[in-house]
């Protein structure tokens, strides 16, 4: 490709929802989102010839299947060189032996940063900030969530990770900006608890700007 990968894709991240079909086609990947992949497996991405083929499984919702898309462009972009004869990740996002490949370079380190590439690309920072900031400053998170089509968890996610999530205490489901006290203290909070589950779930802000500057200079 004379385009490095990042300058072809980001002109798709600048409407929602991002068409994230139509930018792993502008790769000159082969597109498969409908495929029949072993139970479990929700991604999938291995070369064919010359190029990449990247799947997910007919299986699931169009949100599951539209963010293992993007996972798995986050490892092309990301881990070419450790895709090898390929790579298949679970609900859990990670390549065992449950599917056609049991690729062990791929560690979980490299599926956390396959995430963070996927919401970044699924739900850019500079669109959500500007949903956020139209009308009221309170917003239903199922209402983003359908607008950017991902799930609600992948929303929320999200949006904690730049630092623009608050549960309020009458209703859960609003969205308001959060001070930079707060920040810091969830922060804190996370890595004082070091709550594997939780970390999971909810990248911190310093290890998301850290990806965001690695998949810049791609």
């Given amino acids: 490709m004379a385009n490095k990968p990042m300058d072809i894709?980001?002109?798709?991240?600048?409407q929602v929802?991002?068409?994230?079909?139509?930018?792993?086609?502008?790769?000159?990947?082969r597109l498969r989102r409908d495929a029949d992949l072993p139970d479990n497996i929700?991604?999938?991405?291995?070369?064919?010839?010359?190029?990449?083929?990247?799947s997910s499984s007919v299986k699931?919702?169009?949100?599951?299947?539209?963010?293992?898309?993007?996972?798995?462009?986050?490892?092309?972009?990301?881990?070419?060189?450790?895709?090898?004869?390929?790579?298949?990740?679970?609900?859990?996002?990670r390549?065992?032996?449950?599917?056609?490949?049991?690729?062990?370079?791929?560690?979980?380190?490299?599926?956390?940063?396959?995430?963070?590439?996927?919401?970044?690309?699924?739900?850019?920072?500079?669109?959500?900030?500007?949903?956020?900031?139209k009308g009221s400053k309170e917003f239903v998170l199922v209402d983003l969530s359908e607008k950017f089509v991902v799930s609600e968890g992948a929303?929320?996610?999200?949006?904690?990770?730049?630092?623009?999530?608050?549960r309020d205490e009458i209703d859960e489901e609003k969205v308001i900006p959060r001070t930079h006290e707060e920040n810091a203290a969830e922060f804190l909070k996370l890595r004082q608890d070091n709550d594997q589950s939780?970390?999971?779930?909810?990248?911190?802000?310093?290890?998301f700007r850290s990806m965001q500057a690695q998949i810049e200079k791609r």
């Fill in 95 to 133: 390549c065992t032996g449950e599917g056609n490949f049991y690729n062990n370079s791929i560690q979980k380190i490299h599926e956390m940063q396959a995430n963070s590439f996927a919401a970044n690309f699924l739900m850019p920072a500079d669109l959500l900030r500007n949903e956020l900031r």
């Fill in 198 to 207: 939780e970390r999971s779930r909810e990248v911190s802000a310093e290890f």
């Fill in 155 to 166: 929303m929320e996610w999200r949006l904690i990770a730049l630092g623009l999530w608050r």
């Fill in 60 to 93: 699931d919702a169009i949100t599951q299947q539209r963010f293992a898309l993007a996972h798995e462009l986050g490892h092309l972009i990301l881990h070419r060189d450790l895709i090898g004869e390929g790579v298949d990740d679970t609900t859990e996002y």
């Fill in 9 to 14: 894709l980001k002109p798709f991240m600048l």
């Fill in 17 to 29: 929802p991002v068409d994230v079909e139509r930018a792993i086609r502008s790769l000159k990947m």
């Fill in 42 to 54: 929700v991604g999938e991405i291995k070369p064919v010839g010359e190029i990449y083929e990247i």
